[in-house]
């Protein structure tokens, strides 16, 4: 006999939505999901899973540190003992420091059940230093998105007629649900446009590929706007009547003749102008959200610049185009359980970054109050959990060298905070630091090796939890607890809510458990959790288009504002620019990028789960052909990248849909086999991408301070001979044992 249970897989931040099959002696099995919508949503992480859980490495006891930081040495401790320890050493650094000395990092994909808990937890105790991996992956989306026009507007795959791709490569195994409604829209004849250096997996199918030079995306930007607006390809009305700053931002535009931006491309001119008449007449179309376009130093330019595109050709906020959800009618939100009103005006003012780079912060959000309450009912949105955070390199400097006050307790919640961001070396400076270090997780990872405390996480097998994309969609859809956690392992609901019980605020907290406060929210829909995840496996209003026609855009002008007067109030240029390459250094001739996926992991997590390192065991550093021969390489030799900012090491792969030039360096590369602790870190020191990433002025983006990793200047030299590896036996069989330099 087994149990089947309608589950969202969190093994990556799609949440595709699978069955869970658990039979009587625990073994868990993931398949498909029955119903049409959602069937073909699998992928290999979400199937092989349980395996992971199932480690013998899983941490299942709470663990707390007894020799000095980074010593690898632990003792077994209960959660009271710790939850009393961590709460009196919290409370003396808030006592000494102030609430600002305390700051969490989190990953809310991977902690699923904390329903907003967390920022909750912090704005009452007066801590506004929570920042996440989506300062960098579309939480800053989000909140440049609503400084357009006040939402950030999802894709209908269903009924569009064209889709682009800045960059964007979703393949079977990695965005799953995105690649397959971008195959179903091309089977009904949508058209396909990819913008990408690489010869892509999506370049192949595509109707138009423009191999644009890395980092350049907000000059291409401004090449399709000079042809829109040259030839007449807007929505003359629209911009009549909808917009602000129009003839400003032609101005602007202007600057890009296509010769110009041909130059700074490297596409033709006669390319990018077919490129930019297909978007504009081929509607309804569609500029899904991009990692790429969030990771480089014109960031905010060139989200700014899709926002434009999609407002001046119709797209916006129609069927087939990016529709503004605006929170669900009948179900609690999390931006509302979070309790942002309850952290007062003088400790927001103390938000790290916020007056350097202001733009996801309290400081940068603070325009948009009155607007979102008028259009969409609520003071605060907390779109993709990324707008009102701190910036992650601010709090890491001022964790490291107290400037420009010292933050001395740090919470690392389901992530890896280590390898997760740009400037390993600060932040190793930082964790080293640190009067509190708590981390909530599965396996020991690197960050958690310089813990005080690592506490055990459940799974998402064996949680309830409720999704509507992070905030951005007003599609909620539930999770069902499919089995037991094993161990001592609880919810990051119960952390806080046990936390709370300790530093005398239980009483914000009135649920006693996840499903109690999963409960609350889903209330007004007269039903409790259970009965709403058995009758529903999603859950939306119908969706109405063109709402601002009734209510305006929650902007301060009401509409979409092509020349920004929020950002032109935090002392920024109004109008969308670019700015060239960084700093040329003839020490690093090539041009690296960092920060994309492989199929078999997601960010830092699943090297410990053998069925995935099988196919991938070591980190790969795609070259092209031309530049491994000027190397004096060949495929799976082992070379070292370097960076301004530091070295990582990687076996190449010769490919030839690579451009001459550039160097793919993957993200995340830790090895949980290899020995622990501070001199280790498990390989992170070896393999670690975030080694070679700087933050440092000129490789940040002005408005955000997000970090440039799309070209990066660096070098590639061939390493030595290697040596046969016998830490990979702990995960790999024997015929699949890498070498290890």
Sequence with gaps: MSDQK????????IYCQVLAEVSDDGAARIKAADNAPFRANICMKGVHAPEGFLHPDRIRFALRRVGERGSGQWERVTWDHALDDIAARLSAVIEQYGPEGFAVSASPWNLQSDNGVGRRFMNLVGSPNWMSGVALCAGNTGAINRMVYGWFPYPDYTKTKCIVLFGHNPRKHSWTPVYNSIRAAQQRGAKLIVLDPRRSENAELADIWLPLRVGTDAAMCMGWLKVIIDEGLYDQDFVARWTTGFEEFRARVNEFPLE???????????????????????????????PITDQQRNSTSAIRLHCALRALTGNLDVAGGEVLHGFHPDIVSESEIELHEELSETQKAKQLGSQKHPAFTYRGMEALREPTKR???????NLISGSYMANPSAVFTAMADGAPYPVKAFFTLGNNTLLSFANLQLIYRALMNQDLVVSFEHMMTPTSQLADYVLPSDSWLERASLSDGFGWTSIFRPSQKAMEPPGECRSIYDFWRGLAARVGIADKFPWKNAEELLDFRVAALGMNFSQFAERHPYHMRKLAFKKYEKTGFATPSGKVELKSSVLESLGFDPLPYYRGEPTPDPAFPLMAFTGVREDEFFQTGHRHIASLRSRRPEPEIFLHPDDAVMIGVTGGEWVEVSTSQGHCKGRTAIRDDMPRGLVRVPHGWWKPEMPKGKEGLSGAWDFADAQICPDDDDYLDLEQGIPHLKGLPCSVHKLPTLRASESIAAVLPDSLRPNKY
């Design 6 to 13: 309608r589950v969202l897989c969190s093994s990556c931040d």
């Design 375 to 381: 259009v969409w009912g609520l003071e605060y949105a």
């Design 260 to 290: 110009r931006v041909a130059r700074i491309t490297g596409v033709p001119a006669d390319q990018i102008a077919a490129a930019a008449r297909m978007y504009a007449t081929a509607t309804p179309g569609v500029i899904p959200w991009t």
